[in-house]
Structures are given as structure tokens and as C-alpha cells.
């Protein structure tokens, strides 16, 4: 008798269809709330930052959401249909880093588009929120960050919707410091630097580059161990039954 895959390819690529249309929609928004932020700041109150860098935190947090609703979501039929729970994590893992991925050239296409624009305009491409770089036009370093954030925050959200399958909606959300807390420590990580504007008004020059993306990718590698243990014991019945 063989043991069963790791990975589920069948259901990776369900996964990845759902993950990507859905994101077609996140994108649509991006584009329409950049072109729209900047033209309306414009001729009101003038423009004096990047809007790119603004809205990029905007896309990761839609892919933590999805990433719960995955979990929460298709965890009963998988597991009625003969699947292990160690495969649907694992598939949920893969797709949110090629969905993290993709994230990450289309937010650093974006940076590139921008940065024309606002030079013909005059248009102050000031970074409010924590990054890594200091300009756009580091693009190694805007795609790396990009990625390895996104991909952090979306494997948070399997360990908050594994929680959740594994302890029901009260004990699900009373575990969120837990479940949630290396996203948001992660989040941290990255905001709390003296390229933001909350960590030079808090006067935090945060971590070097190097060492906050490699502590945001072991949080993201936690979140994932996370997701991995607490699904090994769920049950496979709804949320609300979940005792």
C-alpha cells in the first residue's frame, strides 16, 4: 500500500484557479484606487506620496483572507473525499506562494509604471509605509520584499482558518493571538522601521534589511507548522458543530 502524496495536484490547481480569478478583482480595484487616489489628490490637496507603496499592504490582506476561507471552507469535502488533511494544507501552502508570487511582480510592475509618472509630474515619490528599499527603482529588492511578505501573511491566514476547523468559532477566535501572531508580528517587522512613517515618529530604526526578511520568513514558516498542526487534529464536521 503507498502512502499518499504530499501534494495533491488536482486539488492544488482547484485551489489556485479559485485564488487567482478572485484576485483578478483585487487587482481591478488596485488599479482603479491608484489611477483615482492620484488624480483626485491632484486637484484638491496635491499629491505627496507614493500611492503604490500605500495600497500595496491592501492585496496581502485580501490573500490572508482567502487563505482562511480555503482552509475553513474546502477542509469537509477534502477529507470526505478520501484526502489528508496534510494535503490540503500543503496545496493551500503552494497556492499562496504562487499567489504571493504573482502578488509580488504585479505590486512591483506597479512601483515601475508609477515611478515615470511621478517624475513627470513632479510628484514627491515619498515611501510612508516600512520597506526594505528606499526607492522603487531597487526593483530586486522591491520584488523580494514583496513576495516574502505576502507569502508570510497568506500562511498566517491557513494557521487562522486551520484554527478555526480545529476549535470551532468561539475557541477559534480566542486562539487568534496564537493563530494570527506571527502575520501580525511579521507586519511588525516590517512597518517598524525608520522608512515608515509610524517608525520614525516612534523613533525605531527597526532591523537591518536582511535580518527583517529573514524574521518575516520564519514567522511565515511558523504560520505554516501552525496551520500543519492544528489541522492534523481537526475534525471533519462544520465549524459551528465543532465543540
Known amino acids: 500500500m503507498t502512502a499518499p502524496p504530499l501534494l495533491d495536484h488536482h486539488v492544488l490547481g482547484r485551489v489556485l484557479r479559485w485564488l487567482l480569478l478572485a484576485s483578478v478583482w483585487v487587482w481591478l480595484g488596485f488599479a482603479l484606487l491608484a489611477v483615482g487616489l492620484n488624480e483626485s489628490n491632484a486637484r484638491t490637496v496635491g499629491v505627496t506620496e507614493s500611492v503604490v507603496a500605500s495600497l500595496g499592504v491592501t492585496p496581502r490582506q485580501f490573500l490572508f483572507a482567502f487563505a482562511i476561507t480555503l482552509i475553513a471552507s474546502w477542509f469537509v469535502p477534502h477529507v470526505a473525499s478520501g484526502r489528508t488533511r496534510r494535503s490540503l494544507v500543503t496545496a493551500c501552502a503552494a497556492a499562496v506562494l504562487v499567489t504571493a508570487a504573482v502578488y509580488a511582480a504585479l505590486l512591483t510592475l506597479a512601483f515601475q509604471l508609477e515611478r515615470p509618472v511621478y517624475e513627470r509630474r513632479g510628484w514627491p515619490l515619498e515611501l510612508r509605509t516600512g520597506h526594505i528599499f528606499t526607492s522603487s527603482d531597487q526593483v530586486g529588492l522591491v520584488l523580494g520584499e514583496s513576495f516574502v511578505v505576502a507569502a508570510a501573511i497568506g500562511l498566517g491566514g491557513l494557521a487562522v482558518g486551520a484554527g478555526y476547523r480545529r476549535f470551532g468559532a468561539l475557541r477559534g477566535t480566542s486562539i487568534l493571538p496564537v493563530t494570527a501572531g506571527p502575520s501580525l ?19 525605531v530604526t527597526g532591523l537591518t534589511a536582511v535580518t527583517t526578511v529573514v524574521v518575516v520568513a520564519a514567522l511565515g514558516a511558523l504560520s505554516l507548522l501552525i496551520a500543519y498542526r492544528l489541522a492534523h487534529g481537526a475534525a471533519a464536521s462544520p465549524i459551528g458543530a465543532v465543540r
Open 185 to 203: 508580528l511579521a507586519t511588525a517587522a516590517l512597518e517598524l522601521r525608520e522608512t515608515s512613517t509610524l517608525g520614525a515618529n516612534l523613533g
